[in-house]
């Protein structure tokens, strides 16, 4: 604990240097943090948190899905690291303890993270005990018995043999001690981390919880765990009959552990083919596009696009939204197949440009910049998604002299979890990571001009 507060003393100074906040408001900021308290007053107690292969003994199914789940790669994952190394350096370490409340629990708890020095390459960022590693794993989800607050990890966690999940009368025959949960089955379990305040001046940084919040979802009972954790991706049926052990008797329900979400950059490298092929359906449910409307007026081709978030529990897109980027592109053809118009086509460096229709978060830092690096935040530009069950209307022009005849003209929803602004932000090297541009869903339509 108090070395721990000695570190706070340095986050005081990193806060400074980034030109945030007071020394003395940026340690209360930390200490409020209940993930850092929980560790310190649990220092003193013995149990050692496993690694996620033993739980997988007796849960095979468990283990085999979440291990390709962007939970397992929380710490380790290139995007993270690189964000992170180079959060840390901007801060001299200080914000370290931050992210990895989130990213990395189990280090925080045992005092790996913060680093000696501030990690400079992702081979300083590597943890050698593979519970630290594996960032959001088993043993610390079912460890998890309340919280404090329901943003930047307000967990208690009960460091202990007890495993805490959805069964009353669950018995794991000796190996460790079960209790029921009602938590786990709730939204609000999953809102502990998927609410963002920025630590110094509390902008929200991710919010999937408040917009789930206003969806309508929580009124029908459909919590985040019926479409992330249930291959049925939020239809019907809600049960999955099976066994939660392999030793354990059948259940009615045993939940699935993919955490199925439209970030696959990874998928390849882990080999996680199911949750790939899951995440592209949930892309595929989650939004509609129809063309409305495509005509020529003064030298304008004028598409209508109606967009609607038919299948997302919140905002798409959600999460990390100052990375993530939704946008639509929309092509016209003549009839030997030549594009005429083309908008929201990314440029030579993969940019996007400037006039396309473009559902994301645009921060700036203390000198009105636009940056990914979310941690600058100094003030929210803009911030256009599209809620949950919501239809957005938009209008596609260009100048094209077009010839009288048939034209086609295809609208297209597209996804990417990160720009390469982003990627060179934060030092990443050229080739390591590749983005995918993944589109969610299209419409096609013809257009005839007289
Ligand atoms: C992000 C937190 C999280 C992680 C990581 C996690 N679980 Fe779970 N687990 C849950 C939640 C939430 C439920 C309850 C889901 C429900 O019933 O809707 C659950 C349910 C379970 C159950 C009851 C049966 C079932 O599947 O519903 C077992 C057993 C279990 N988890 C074991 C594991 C094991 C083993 C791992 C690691 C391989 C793991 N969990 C990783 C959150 C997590
Ligand atoms: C030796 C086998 C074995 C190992 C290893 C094991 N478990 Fe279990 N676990 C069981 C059995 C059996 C059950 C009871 C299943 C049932 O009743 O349906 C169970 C139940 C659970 C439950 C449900 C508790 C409840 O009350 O709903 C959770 C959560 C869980 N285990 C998590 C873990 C985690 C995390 C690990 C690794 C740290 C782990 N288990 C390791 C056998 C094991
Ligand atoms: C201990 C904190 C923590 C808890 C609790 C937690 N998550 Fe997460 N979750 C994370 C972090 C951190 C990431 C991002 C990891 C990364 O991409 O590096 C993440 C990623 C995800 C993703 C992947 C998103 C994508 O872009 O593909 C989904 C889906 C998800 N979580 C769903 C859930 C659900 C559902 C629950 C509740 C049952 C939950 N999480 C509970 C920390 C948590
Ligand atoms: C009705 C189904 C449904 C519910 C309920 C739901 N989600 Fe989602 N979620 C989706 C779909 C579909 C997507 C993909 C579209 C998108 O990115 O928004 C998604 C995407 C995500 C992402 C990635 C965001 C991005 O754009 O990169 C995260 C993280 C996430 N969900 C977490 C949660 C959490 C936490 C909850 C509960 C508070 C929740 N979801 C509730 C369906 C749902
Ligand atoms: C309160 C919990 C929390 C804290 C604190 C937190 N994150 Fe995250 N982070 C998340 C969740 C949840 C996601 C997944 C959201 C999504 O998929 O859209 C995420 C996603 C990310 C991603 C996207 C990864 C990818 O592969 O696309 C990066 C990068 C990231 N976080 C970096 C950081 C850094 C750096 C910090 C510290 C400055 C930090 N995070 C602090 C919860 C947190």
Redesign the pocket.
């Known amino acids: 604990m108090l070395q721990r507060l000695t570190r706070g003393g340095r986050l005081g100074s990193g806060m400074m240097a980034l030109g945030l906040f007071a020394l003395s408001a940026a340690i209360t900021a930390l200490m409020g943090m209940p993930g850092v308290q929980d560790a310190a007053a649990q220092e003193e107690e013995e149990y050692e948190f496993l690694d996620p292969q033993m739980c997988g003994a007796c849960h095979n199914q468990q283990h085999s899905q979440w291990k390709g789940s962007?939970h397992a790669?929380?710490h380790n994952?290139?995007?993270?690291d690189?964000?992170?190394i180079?959060?840390s350096q901007e801060t001299d370490g200080e914000?370290?303890l931050?992210?990895?409340?989130?990213?990395s629990p189990i280090a925080v708890m045992n005092g790996s993270i913060p680093f000696d020095e501030p990690p400079s390459s992702p081979e300083d960022t590597v943890l050698p005990d593979k519970a630290e590693e594996t960032g959001v794993n088993c043993d610390f989800c079912h460890s998890i018995e309340d919280y404090t607050e329901l943003?930047?990890?307000g967990y208690v966690v009960d460091r202990s043999n007890v495993k805490r999940g959805p069964y009353e009368d669950a018995d794991a025959q000796g190996f460790h001690e079960s209790e029921y949960s009602e938590l786990h089955r709730t939204a609000e379990f999953c809102a502990?981390?998927?609410?963002?305040?920025h630590?110094v001046n509390g902008i929200h940084?991710?919010m999937?919880y408040q917009e789930y919040q206003e969806s309508g979802y929580p009124e029908e009972g459909i919590i985040c765990q019926d479409c992330h954790m249930n291959r049925n991706l939020g239809d019907p049926p809600y049960e999955l009959p099976g066994k939660a052990a392999m030793t354990g008797p059948e259940r009615e329900h045993v939940a699935d552990h993919y955490f199925v979400?439209?970030?696959i950059?990874?998928a390849e490298e882990t080999g996680a083919d199911e949750l790939k092929e899951l995440s592209l359906k949930l892309l595929e449910r989650a939004a509609d596009v129809e063309i409305t409307g495509a005509e020529v007026a003064d030298g304008q081709v004028v598409v209508n696009v109606d967009v609607t978030n038919k299948g997302a529990g919140h905002s798409i897109?959600?999460?990390?939204?100052e990375?993530?980027q939704v946008w639509l592109e929309v092509v016209v053809t003549d009839a030997d197949g030549n594009t005429v118009m083309h908008a929201g086509a990314l440029d030579e460096q993969g940019a996007i440009n400037d006039d396309t229709v473009i559902y994301t978060t645009i921060v700036k830092d203390a000198e009105g910049n636009a940056t990914t690096k979310?941690?600058l935040t100094e003030e929210k530009a803009s911030d256009y998604r599209i809620p949950a069950r919501t239809t957005l209307s938009e209008t596609i022009s260009a100048e094209a002299d077009l010839e009288p005849g048939e034209y086609t003209v295809t609208t297209m929803l597209q996804y990417r979890?990160?720009s390469p602004f982003g990627l060179s932000e934060?030092g990443m090297p050229e080739g390591e990571v590749t983005i995918p541009v993944i589109t969610m869903t299209s419409d096609e339509t013809t257009m005839t001009v007289e």
């Open positions: 962007l790669l929380a994952e290139a995007i993270y690189r964000y992170f180079q959060a914000i370290e931050f992210c990895a409340t989130c990213h943003r930047n990890a502990i981390c998927h609410v963002v305040d630590p940084l991710e999937t979400g439209p970030n950059v990874f897109p959600s999460g990390i939204t990375l993530r979310f941690w979890s990160v934060v």
